[in-house]
C-alpha cells in the first residue's frame, strides 16, 4: 500500500495553476518493514456529492505531520495484492487531525475526490451561438480541475448545438448538474475525473472480473429494497479488496445469483498490517 501526499507550493495563480512537493509514505508489509502503518477507508457512489476518504498513517516524521495541515494538500492511495496494484483514491484533504495512541501518533486525513473545487470553483462564461454540449461540458470539467473521464466516449450524446449560444455563470458545479441533467445524464467525479452516465448505463467495456466464492466472494449477498419505486431491488455483498468503481460492472456468482452486477456504491477498508482487505458493493442487475 502507498499513500502519495502532494503539498502545496505558494506560487501566484488559482487552484489548477498552484505546484506541489510530492512525497511518496510506504506501508509496512509486515513488522520488519521500516515503512509507516497505512490504513483508508474510501466510500464510493455513483451521485455527484464528493466520494470521501478518512486516511490513517501512524508514526509520521513531526516534519511531514506539520506540512499536512497546509490548505491545499491532495492525496492518493494504491493498494493491491502483489503486483496487481491500483488506485483507490485521489482527493483533497479537507481535515488533517494528529492523535496519540499509545506510544504512537496516528495522523488522520479526511478528503474528499475533487471536493475543494466542487464548493468553491465559480464560472462566469458565455459560449457563442452554435457551441455543441460537448465542448461547454469538457469546458466545465477544466475549470473543475477535473479530467474528462469517459466523456470523449459520449461526445455523441452531447452533439447538441445551442443555437443562441449558452451562459454558465455561479458555482462550476451546479453548472455542470444543470447541463448534464437537462439532457437526460447522471454524474459523478471519480479519482479526480468527471464521469458521465446514462440511466442504466454501466462504464466502459473490456473484462468483467468473477466474484465467488473462488474470486474473493465472502460471505453471501443480500437483497435490498429499491432506491425508487418502480426501479430494481440493490444486491450488496462482501469480496476481498475489488479494484472497481460506481457504474462500472462485476460479475456475481452465488447460490441465488449469476449476473453482471452494476456498481452504484463500492466501500474499500484495508489496513496494510491489519485484518481489514475488503470492498462492500451495493449495486442493481445489469440490464434488470
Not at 458555482?171 to 446514462?198: C, K, M, N, P
Not at 418502480?230 to 447460490?255: C, M, N, W, Y
Request: charged residues 25%.
Amino acid at each position: 500500500m502507498r499513500l502519495t501526499v502532494a503539498t502545496p507550493v505558494p506560487t501566484p495563480g488559482n487552484y489548477r495553476d498552484t505546484t506541489f512537493d510530492v512525497v511518496a509514505i510506504n506501508g509496512a508489509d509486515d513488522r520488519k518493514n521500516p515503512g509507516n502503518r497505512v490504513r483508508f477507508r474510501a466510500r464510493k457512489s455513483h451521485t455527484k456529492e464528493p466520494n470521501t476518504c478518512e486516511v490513517t498513517v501512524t508514526n509520521l516524521a513531526p516534519a511531514t505531520r506539520a506540512s499536512l495541515e497546509k490548505k491545499g494538500v491532495k492525496v492518493q492511495i494504491e493498494a493491491g495484492y502483489s503486483t496487481a496494484v491500483a488506485v483507490y483514491f485521489v482527493g483533497d484533504v479537507r481535515t488533517c487531525d494528529h492523535k496519540r495512541a499509545g506510544p504512537d501518533w496516528d495522523t488522520v486525513l479526511k478528503c474528499g475526490d475533487g471536493d475543494r473545487a466542487f464548493r468553491f470553483a465559480q464560472v462566469s462564461t458565455s459560449w457563442a451561438a452554435g457551441t455543441t454540449a460537448s465542448v461547454i461540458l469538457t469546458e466545465l470539467a477544466d475549470k473543475l480541475g477535473l479530467r474528462v473521464g469517459n466523456v470523449p466516449a459520449r461526445i455523441s450524446d452531447f452533439s447538441l448545438r445551442f443555437e443562441a449560444g449558452y451562459v454558465a455563470e455561479g458555482a462550476t458545479q451546479r453548472a455542470i448538474d444543470r447541463l448534464v441533467t437537462s439532457l437526460g445524464f447522471t454524474w459523478s467525479i471519480q479519482d479526480g475525473e468527471l464521469q458521465v452516465l446514462a440511466s442504466g448505463q454501466a462504464l466502459g467495456a473490456g473484462q468483467i472480473p468473477l466474484v465467488d466464492v473462488e474470486h474473493g466472494l465472502i460471505g453471501s449477498p443480500e437483497a435490498g429494497s429499491p432506491e425508487k419505486k418502480g426501479h430494481a431491488g440493490t444486491i450488496s455483498f462482501k469480496s476481498l479488496l475489488l479494484d472497481r468503481r460506481p457504474g462500472q460492472l462485476v460479475h456475481l456468482k452465488s447460490e441465488r445469483y449469476d449476473a453482471d452486477i452494476r456498481i452504484k456504491k463500492i466501500d474499500h477498508d484495508a489496513d496494510i498490517i491489519g485484518p481489514s482487505w475488503y470492498s462492500d458493493i451495493t449495486g442493481v442487475i445489469h440490464g434488470g
